[in-house]
T-cell receptor, first 109, second 114 residues
Framework: EDQVTQSPEALRLQEGESSSLNCSYT??????LFWYRQDPGKGPEFLFT???AGEEKEKERLKATLTKKESFLHITAPKPEDSATYLC??????????FGAGTTVTVRA | ETGVTQSPTHLIKTRGQQVTLRCSSQ?????VSWYQQALGQGPQFIFQ???????GRGNFPPRFSGLQFPNYSSELNVNALELDDSALYLC?????????????FGDGTRLSIL
């Protein structure tokens, strides 16, 4: 069965203090790894898809990378508006997304 | 471009009752997936509909059922509600039943069981 583990569970950062979130996965036949951002009371918002080891994607202060066993979401010089829960999900040789429990990021001004 | 919309936003039911949740997919999307998200957890896959047929199901009992309509909107029905069914129910739409296109989520229906 697909397994996705995210760490840490929670991360408190000072504005401008860069950090990384980890997503480790076990899946048979990875078809894609997805990063989402979820604000309180809202649905997940799509950020990135990564398809193969070595691939990188960037959007503003966020950068996602992928290896054969894990993915990292790097947050560079975060701002308070980057505060959210970041979810990682994998898609294997079927139809569903398997999600991790998320990392809740709080950025203080 | 219209995003995924879900109704109602909040719902309170009692044990044993039945509930229907609704979802309108993003324009151009023909695939709808439903997820259950408990507090502090990631979403758990319930099932997926592609062109009005269920083409995948997670580890949920048969009292969780669904429909997809010709306009690709969808319903999630839950019978014999239990206290553990209290959660945020998310609908996501995408293009292509077996493709690797990203799923786009609505803001969910918060279901509380008393």
């Amino acid at each position: 069965e697909d397994q996705v583990t995210q760490s840490p569970e929670a991360l408190r950062l000072q504005e401008g203090e860069s950090s990384s979130l980890n997503c480790s996965y076990t899946v048979s036949g990875l078809r894609g790894l997805f990063w989402y951002r979820q604000d309180p009371g809202k649905g997940p918002e799509f950020l990135f898809t990564l398809y193969s080891a070595g691939e990188e994607k960037e959007k503003e202060r966020l950068k996602a990378t992928l290896t054969k066993k894990e993915s990292f979401l790097h947050i560079t010089a975060p701002k308070p508006e980057d505060s959210a829960t970041y979810l990682c999900a994998v898609r294997a040789n079927d139809y569903k997304l398997s999600f991790g429990a998320g990392t809740t990021v709080t950025v203080r001004a | 471009e219209t995003g995924v919309t879900q109704s109602p936003t909040h719902l309170i039911k009692t044990r044993g009752q039945q509930v229907t949740l609704r979802c309108s997919s993003q324009s151009g999307h023909n695939t709808v997936s439903w997820y259950q998200q408990a507090l502090g957890q990631g979403p758990q896959f319930i099932f997926q509909y592609y062109r009005e047929e269920e083409n995948g199901r997670g580890n949920f009992p048969p009292r969780f059922s669904g429909l997809q309509f010709p306009n690709y909107s969808s319903e999630l029905n839950v019978n014999a509600l239990e206290l553990d069914d209290s959660a945020l129910y998310l609908c996501a739409s995408s293009l292509g039943g077996g493709s690797n296109q990203p799923q786009h989520f609505g803001d969910g229906t918060r279901l509380s069981i008393l």
